[in-house]
């Protein structure tokens, strides 16, 4: 059973506007013939209970940018917390003002819900420099994130009649939505002569969904990848150390200017 894990960005419209979109054509892409066995994906992950797909492909794209295992660990930094799911622009924001972790530091596969929404102290330090978001539904916008980047996260409005195919690939068949889920594309090409896009899924076993150009104009809701990445070992969460730090800074400067 896939989680609802995507919600709708309850951002205003003109909020929503001014947010940094890709330039169509930014990079030359080629639509070739796959060969699956050639590519080299993320780790695989597991979201299993809980509904922290976005967060769990924003990890997979740092991965890619990175080659350390990363955390979704900042699901719990989400603006609608303690609601489940979380939209994509927020995911966005929280890996480039939050950043997260390692897995090893802090292990986000295989949570519940409850887990992953406890408030973890974590020295956090990978983060990304920025984001851009392609137009929905344009796949070639996605291949064209993936050639400069590396990665691209993408979500999808579907149900498990359509979503839970064989050999791994959703089809279009027009059925009531029941949940929004949220995957990490991180090749493209052609299967079968068929625009593909292979996306790294928290939530199949086989951690692998291909994408097609019909599946992604029928249900693909938003998309957003990560342009670079930051190691900024910032201590994030300890409020009573950062008080702590503010406090010996006052005292000093008090002592400077001859201040009580």
Same mark, same amino acid.
């Given at each position: 059973?896939?989680?609802?894990?995507?919600?709708?960005?309850?951002?205003?419209?003109?909020?929503?506007?001014?947010? $940094?979109?890709?330039?169509?054509?930014?990079? &030359?892409?080629?639509?070739?013939?796959?060969?699956?066995?050639?590519?080299?994906?993320?780790?695989?992950? $597991?979201?299993?209970?809980?509904?922290?797909?976005? $967060?769990?492909?924003?990890?997979?794209?740092? @991965?890619?940018?990175?080659?350390?295992?990363?955390?979704?660990?900042?699901?719990?930094?989400?603006?609608?917390?303690? +609601?489940?799911? &979380?939209?994509?622009?927020?995911?966005?924001?929280?890996?480039?003002?939050?950043?997260?972790?390692?897995?090893?530091?802090?292990?986000?596969?295989?949570?519940? @819900? &409850?887990?992953?929404?406890?408030?973890?102290?974590?020295?956090?330090?990978?983060?990304?420099?920025?984001?851009?978001?392609?137009?929905?539904?344009?796949?070639?916008?996605?291949? @064209?994130?993936?050639? &400069?980047?590396?990665?691209?996260?993408?979500?999808?409005?579907?149900?498990?009649?359509?979503?839970?195919?064989?050999?791994?690939?959703?089809?279009?068949?027009?059925?009531?939505?029941? $949940?929004?889920? =949220?995957? =990490?594309?991180?090749?493209?090409?052609?299967?079968?002569?068929?625009?593909?896009?292979?996306?790294?899924?928290?939530?199949?076993?086989?951690?692998?969904?291909?994408?097609?150009?019909?599946?992604?104009?029928?249900?693909?809701?938003?998309?957003?990848?990560?342009?670079?990445?930051?190691?900024?070992?910032?201590?994030? +969460?300890?409020?009573?150390?950062?008080?702590?730090?503010?406090?010996?800074?006052?005292?000093?400067?008090?002592?400077?200017?001859?201040?009580?």
């Amino acid at each position: 059973m896939i989680q609802n894990g995507v919600i709708k960005d309850p951002r205003p419209i003109k909020k929503q506007a001014v947010d $940094f979109k890709h330039t169509a054509g930014s990079v &030359a892409i080629t639509w070739q013939e796959l060969d699956l066995t050639k590519i080299q994906l993320s780790s695989q992950r $597991f979201q299993n209970g809980s509904y922290s797909c976005i $967060f769990q492909s924003c990890a997979s794209a740092l @991965e890619k940018l990175t080659g350390k295992v990363c955390s979704a660990t900042p699901y719990f930094w989400r603006k609608n917390y303690p +609601d489940q799911g &979380a939209f994509l622009q927020d995911g966005g924001d929280i890996f480039y003002n939050r950043y997260t972790t390692t897995e090893a530091i802090s292990p986000s596969q295989n949570q519940t @819900e &409850a887990q992953m929404n406890q408030l973890k102290p974590l020295t956090t330090f990978l983060g990304i420099t920025g984001y851009r978001q392609p137009a929905i539904k344009d796949i070639d916008q996605i291949a @064209e994130s993936i050639q &400069a980047y590396g990665q691209c996260n993408v979500t999808y409005d579907s149900n498990s009649l359509e979503y839970i195919q064989l050999n791994n690939t959703p089809k279009y068949l027009g059925n009531a939505i029941t $949940f929004g889920h =949220c995957i =990490c594309g991180q090749a493209y090409g052609l299967i079968n002569g068929v625009k593909t896009i292979v996306c790294r899924d928290s939530c199949m076993n086989s951690g692998i969904t291909l994408i097609t150009e019909d599946f992604h104009k029928n249900r693909n809701t938003g998309a957003l990848y990560f342009m670079g990445s930051k190691d900024v070992s910032v201590l994030q +969460d300890n409020l009573q150390q950062q008080v702590s730090i503010l406090q010996k800074l006052i005292a000093l400067w008090k002592q400077v200017l001859g201040l009580k």
